[in-house]
């Protein structure tokens, strides 16, 4: 049987150090992976200061030569996210887990997004490119999920 490279190659991204690096430091974990979906969640900071956790899954097919497909998901429910449970905070926040035509998170590395409104050539310093590794993604949504972290106080006032 010949092995799947795209599996091959998510797989060892999987891996990688700085993969490796935010699940030993709590950022991200990963429930499950069975090629070519990917189901993680995210650690992040509400509004408030509270620190929670958003679900996601990624859809792989022909992985890294095409880009992601990630949406916010409900894997007690299977299904994406209801879009009054989405993360609150900031227009970062609001844009990029909007309820959208494909419903994909609106990032310019997603596969749905980047061509949406040439996403990609507006912003490409996001964009997907095969020479990118999966912690880029899950790197650009913990920032995102965290900005809220930024927006808090850093102490009280007197």
């Known amino acids: 049987m010949i092995a799947d490279p795209s599996a091959a190659r998510v797989a060892a991204d999987l891996q990688e150090v700085a993969f490796l690096s935010g699940c030993d430091a709590g950022r991200w974990r990963i429930i ?8 993680f969640a995210i650690t992040a900071t509400e509004p408030d200061g ?3 956790e958003y679900g996601f899954r ?12 990630v949406q916010i998901w409900d894997h007690a429910r299977n299904c994406p996210l209801s879009p009054t449970m989405r ?10 887990f909007q309820h959208w035509g494909s419903d994909t998170v609106y990032r310019p ?16 310093h996001l964009a997907w490119r ?4 999966l912690s880029f993604v ?3 949504l913990y920032g995102i999920l965290n900005s809220n972290a930024r927006a808090q ?6």
């Open 32 to 39: 499950v992976f069975s090629f070519p979906k990917l189901d």
């Open 50 to 52: 509270r620190t929670s």
């Open 58 to 69: 990624a859809e792989l097919t022909n992985y890294p030569a095409v880009a992601p497909q």
């Open 87 to 96: 993360p609150k905070g900031g227009p970062r926040v609001q844009k990029t």
């Open 109 to 124: 590395w997603d596969r749905m997004t980047g061509p949406h409104g040439d996403n990609a050539g507006m912003f490409p």
């Open 130 to 133: 095969p020479d990118r590794h």
């Open 138 to 140: 899950f790197e650009d």
């Open 153 to 158: 106080p850093l102490r009280a006032t007197a």
